[in-house]
């Protein structure tokens, strides 16, 4: 069933790429919303007239998985070994290639899903000297990365949370469980921090701009785009429930042979294990110029719907907001603090409903702009009350060296913030 809205810019972004694209790989860590993505493209995709054929990590490896290969690599509390990690890329690269030759169609569109972190499916995005490469840098390909806003994010760990413990679908049982989620995004964050993507502390809860910003990085030697989803979509069956497919890409069991043994021949287990803990080898040992942050869309405050002309803000309110808006760029910290402690104050305790705390080492500018929980009651008082908070928060936190606010981040920040105000026509 097709959840994402007609007439919203998500579906027109999602249509205009399966009609223009023959293969597209949608790529990202557990919990972002890659498996709904896919469902929806080949369901626009099919009533587009595409016959979708389809590449997925979980398929893909399950000829590998034979009693005989178990045997000599056994999963470990499981995870899959690094062979046949390794074999499965190997497959795949070729797998490509040959699903592009025998399938010369113009309506004939594949879509892959490529976790990429822990080695699954990175030797799709890794250069190599192959016949594939050239498929895999042209225009018929598109590297997608949904991108889920804050919101989504929760939304999203709480569906899975749920299918985990009564799944509606076999695929469902190997989805990885919100604790897994959580370790993934922290694995992001220190890629981030390894590549001097983010100055966020490892602890930092999950920030879209950081996780883009790295995935970014990941694909800089394809076509890619990032894709912000900021709006919920609520499949009403699984999103492995796909009726529309005219194939899947999965190996025989003598192309799965044919890739252990080029594995087992090229690399000794020790090398196999070094590449799945270097499996981000593609940025960190050719990393690309330090970026601020990836370039989103970003979700301005108009997606609170009609907020902004409903919310009736009083002169001495409005009065206060003016004051943050009046100080110089380069006014003191202590100085905002006190007219956001003002502002606040005049907002009126009813509207202290629970904020996202900004956290304390904190880099990315529009992650205090933007991280503030929402409410359908009285959005517009409850958005500002967040944004001033979470404004507070960052200058306190961020007065301490090595972690301070840099003489470009600083006024990038009240910009931001001065743009969210306005909004309210303040």
């Not at 919990?31 to 389809?54: N, T």
């Not at 497959?91 to 569109?109: C, F």
């Not at 529309?244 to 003598?254: I, K």
């Not at 090595?402 to 105000?421: D, G, K, M």
């Amino acid at each position: 069933m097709l959840v994402i809205p007609i007439a919203s810019n998500l579906y027109k972004v999602v249509k205009e790429i399966v009609q223009s694209k023959r293969m597209i790989f949608v790529s990202g860590i557990p919990g972002v919303g890659k498996s709904l993505l896919i469902q929806q493209m080949a369901l626009i995709a099919s009533e587009a007239g595409c016959e979708v054929h389809l590449l997925r990590y979980n398929f893909a490896r399950q000829p590998f998985e034979t009693e005989v290969n178990i045997s000599k690599y056994p999963e470990i509390d499981g995870v899959t070994d690094p062979a046949i990690r390794k074999a499965v890329g190997l497959w795949a690269r070729q797998a490509v290639q040959n699903w592009h030759e025998q399938h010369p169609a113009p309506n004939q569109l594949l879509i892959g899903e490529l976790p990429l972190i822990g080695s699954r499916l990175i030797e799709l995005v890794e250069p190599a000297d192959d016949a594939a490469e050239p498929l895999l840098t042209s225009e018929q390909t598109l590297f997608v990365v949904p991108v889920p806003s804050w919101e989504v994010r929760e939304v999203i760990e709480a569906t899975r949370a749920r299918t985990i413990a009564d799944p509606q679908n076999e695929q469902e049982k190997l989805d990885a469980p919100p604790n897994v989620l959580q370790s993934m995004w922290q694995e992001v964050n220190r890629l981030a921090r390894q590549i001097d993507l983010t100055k966020a502390s490892p602890q930092t809860p999950y920030n879209p701009y950081i996780y883009g910003g790295v995935f970014e990085a990941l694909l800089q030697f394809r076509p890619f785009k990032l894709l912000l989803i900021d709006q919920v979509l609520r499949p009403s069956r699984s999103v492995y429930d796909l009726d529309v497919l005219a194939g899947t890409l999965q190996p025989t069991a003598e192309e799965a042979n044919a890739a252990m043994a080029a594995v087992e021949s090229r690399f000794s287990h020790e090398e196999l294990a070094e590449l799945v803990q270097n499996w981000h080898a593609v940025v960190t040992t050719n990393p690309s110029p330090t970026d601020p942050g990836p370039e989103l869309r970003l979700p301005l405050p108009q997606t609170l719907a009609n907020a902004p002309e409903e919310t009736m803000l009083t002169a001495v309110q409005r009065t206060a907001l003016q004051k943050i808006i009046n100080l110089p760029l380069d006014a003191p910290p202590e100085d905002t603090i006190v007219a956001l402690d003002e502002a606040i104050a005049m907002l009126g305790v009813e509207t202290a409903v629970p904020t996202t705390p900004a956290n304390v080492h904190k880099f990315d500018v529009y992650d205090s702009y933007f991280n503030v929980s929402r409410t359908s009651e009285q959005s517009g008082l409850a958005f500002l009350h967040g944004l001033l908070q979470a404004y507070r928060n960052v200058m306190i936190n961020l007065q301490q060296p090595p972690h301070t606010l840099t003489v470009i981040e600083l006024p990038l920040l009240r910009i931001a913030l001065e743009t969210s105000l306005r909004q309210f026509d303040i």
